[in-house]
């Protein structure tokens, strides 16, 4: 990967915040080139130390184009004095490259592959504004414990802007035409993968009920959940722990979701003659077919799909979601999520305004209740014609009570399954999100390794073993990891690590294949 | 000798309607798709579509098929690997909206010998789909579809897809696609007002082209479309009305394709078609509505019973049962196959049943004596039967096991098909079986993988335990069947290690990844020709599971990844996959692009290659000039004795004439010997 620098400085430490008091702007900031400062050091600020100035900031964005028009709405009225221009990103590589090329690089953008912005220093130190927000103290803890969007460095780089959790849904019908129990919200990973093993029924005389039917494969949500943080505090994907991997973890999990699949418990995919053959039409989702009982979904699909009008009613499904289970009756575990990550430009010229509209597009309290303005009123549609809550509608990463409290309100709400949903949104406090987002390197290593030696298929098709790659894939993971860190964060890099890590990361990568 | 046998079809009967409009409400996108850009607003349209009169059907036409059976030009075609290829079946026809119409069945299409009548043009046809598949064609026609000719694709097609922005997780039809990639931009496409995927019904779709009717900006030409006679407006994909589509798609060429359900990317359409035209002049209206009111559309759509024809192989080892599919249970069997402790043997057959009960399939018999093929097991002296399993995943212990009622204690099994009426009725009909059976001890295990006439794998895993069979017991597994025809088309044992090999790369259970071993690299000089010799064993299933020829900067080692040997300083300067695939380096992953390397084949499709390799001898020639290197390789399939060549010349503007270059080999899911580099 290439780096392309849009600005040589990085006032990183210059960018002291110190005397920023609550979340108001207190000190410079870095700006184009390193020459100038933000606005704030040249021209008239607010008492909260925002620009008073007229000035527009560009967002650029994954989301509902309307939902997103609409909080830059929100975002305008708060601060008239300045114009958001939102654009919605649709390759974030070339979109970025080319705007950094052209000179219209985006002030704020919230991105799905790290690596992109990490390797081109396309994101501004935002530490100071960070550690200094006191609305950062009422976030999930997993964000700031384990500093998502710092990227196993000391400095914060990026925010989480969307977060999605994965989730687990079951079928109530299925299980009651099944003669079986619903097991318990906080159920282990065990008692996941036997209820799924128990409603694979087959009569020989037509459609089978499948266990499970996925989108997203167990070995993904395995990583998270392989044991107890006692063992291994594992933050991420491939047993990833914040120093080095460890995929022996994967591997089980991996090879659990493998015999799965060739034992017959898993449901055809959608598309497929296999899915033709099961129920009679190419075209049919799995989950509207009432013959599948557990689902390892996006989180979207409950208020895209299952949560639309008529749908449940329709194919005859009772809908409610689980928590991702962990392998250890542990209560509070991780789960892995879903999380853009958004950042301020490095180009920005007002990055302290950028700070506060990253937050207010993204895990910023403010912002969230003017999100829920809107997912609220589904008199309120996209370009689609869909209310705004059935279009990817993300989850608060804040833990205001108000803000929960409203969200929750969208979802049933009635005897019958509102403590489902109770208990799944109390477990859901720990995101973790997937190696793309939060881990440096994680892409490279996917893409010129992992995905190369084509384990899914091997490991699915009964003829590998997930273990037999643990040990080489443990090895690759770490270096191409330690190699990323010591590009993207090294001298040549934004040079923020400590002379320990550098010789730890550059030890790592000298040892690869020795 | 062929015979014509029928099974029962419950396709069209089956769950078809219970799941009439079951698609996904929403798609569920490895993140979740941004929502799609706003379409601008159309225009409003200027285009009344007022009630237009009914003309006389035109009958001026270039080519007409009437699809009713008997006509010549109508050839079954059906994608194999980047090719069509031409089955050599029989059309079926069954009611259509006038006489017969052409069915097709799911698995193949229909190429039509039509040849482009110029840039202005009429098509129309009848179809009706009981198949909804996101891009799967309709009609697909243009001068050179799938670029072979000339490298670049030129085509219409008719088809579904999401594409309109109303609901962009619905297929809807009829989507309009057109791509003239030699002419720049992309593939361009043209989506109705409506979201509905119009199966189930009959369609006739008109569409004319006068060239002298353009886009505003003249790279297109609008195009008028009418479905069921009346004129549909809709929207192209840069937001214009009506629909449009790349010039040049009736162009005639030697290489002009007509394809009906089929083409060279896409699922197979299922359905019929029904009265194709194609004329060398604009339609009107009227005409169009002619057309489709000749059209008899509450003719009632029946898939047919599917025509199961038994080709007898000449090259099956042996036979159970007769061609009549009414063999009898335990009246036929096949001689008795070895199986050792420890051991897996691999044996594969067709099995041709007459789809009345799950159990008219084959049947394996373990046993601990030899017998001859034919031959009563039970009439063989000393004969003990220790377990029976059967294809429909039920079997039994023999009655030297005192616990054989005690079913649970013996056997595990499983299955991945979901629906036992089809397996029984069009999967196992004319299934192609690979039963791998292992024995460990006293646990005999089948991995019976039945692929179907779609090609579709159905698994079967089967293990049994019987207390009664010790490892120092002989075991034999014997085939048989009932209400089905089988054929025995290969024992295969464990592959044998060549001791003369120089070194092998991959394992013997042909389940390597790729690039996860590498032979040593060796020399290739400037002006220098090389001769390699190898031994081919791939699992089979994909043309790409053989071996990998790379050419690097570097002499790497065996047996460790070639680049982290040179950190910094390896290079590739191309890959070559066996089936004619590559990518040069450092210019990144080319693909088939010819200024990097050119294949020669002297085959077509994928199936014979992929059978030959599954063991074969290699002999690679490589000669380097310069930057230039040329491979011939030839590939002779061990057991079917089929000789396949290809050839190739790699051009790499990183390789210079003094440049040192070195060759290895990797592989993946085989088992590849080095013989000899000379």
Redesign the interface.
Known sequence: MKKNKIVAALLSAAMVVGLLAGCSKGGSTGGSNGGSTGGADTGAVSEDGVTTENITLTYWHYEDETTIGLLAEAFMKKYPNIKVECKQIADMSTDLSAAAAAGEFPDVFSGTDSDTALANMYWLDITDYVENDPDMNNMMVSIKNYGIGKFDTDRWFGLPTWYQPSAIFIDRNVITKLNLQMPRTDWTWDEMIQLIKDATVDDRTGMKYYGLGYYNRLDSLYGIAACATAERAIKGEFGFDGNDFDLSYWAIGEQEFGDLKTGGYVAPQQDTQAMEDWSGDWGTWFGSTGHVAVFSEGFWSYQNIWATDGYQEQYGLDIVPYVTPNVVDEKDHNIIANMYIGGVSTSCEHPYEAYLLLKFMGIGTEGWKARLDIYEDESITNASGVALKHSNMPVPMTLDEEVWTRYKAMFPTDEEHKQYWDDYFASITRPVPYGWYSIAGYWNFCDQYFNKIGIHDLVDAGSAKAADYAAEATEQANYYHAEAMLSYFGPGGYDVLSEEDLNRYQSIVDSFGQ | MKKKLLSILL?GA???T???G?????E??A?????????ETPVEDTTETEPVATGEIPTDYKYYFSLDGGEDGVHMAAKDGAAIVETGKDPIYVTGVKGQGLYLD?TAGAKLDVNGVGDTYSVSYWMYSS????HMPTLQYGPDVHGDATGSEHWVNFTWEPFN????TK?TFPIVWSYDQAGGGDRMYWYPDWID?RTGEWLNITMTVDPSEVSADGSMIIAHLYLNGEEVIGTSSDGDRPVQVVNGTMTPSDNFDFLLGVNYWD?PF?GVFDEVYVFDRVLTAAEAKALFEAGDTSAKFEAPEREIVIEKNPNAIETIGTDDLSMAFWSDWSSAIPLADGETKTIVLKNYSNGGA?YNNYVLDFTNQPHEAHVDPNTVEGNVEYVVVRADEWAWIGDINPDSENAADYFEG??????????QS??MTDATVTLKITRNGNAISI?ADNVDY???SN?M?YTVKQTALTDADDLYVTVLGEGCYIEILEINDPITPDANAIDAIGNT???C????DWTAAYGLADGETKTIKLNNYS?GKEIWQNFVMAFTNKETAAH??PA??F?GEYMEYAVVRADGWGWGAPEGDSGAAADCYSVEKSYAGDTNFINTMKAADVEIVATRNGAEITLKMTYTGKKTGEVLTEGYVLKNSALAADSEVYFFFTC??SYVELLSVE
């Open positions: 396709c089956m769950a078809a219970m799941f009439a079951c698609t996904k409400g929403g569920t996108p993140e979740p798709a941004p929502e799609q850009t706003e379409v799911g198949r909804n598949a996101q922005p109303e609901d962009t297929t995927n699922t299922k799950t499983t299955h991945s098909w979901g629906n036992w009426p089809v397996w069009n999967v991995v779609n090609g579709e698994v895993n259970d042909l389940n990844g790729f690039w996860s699992i460790a990844a982290d040997q950190p993946e899911a």
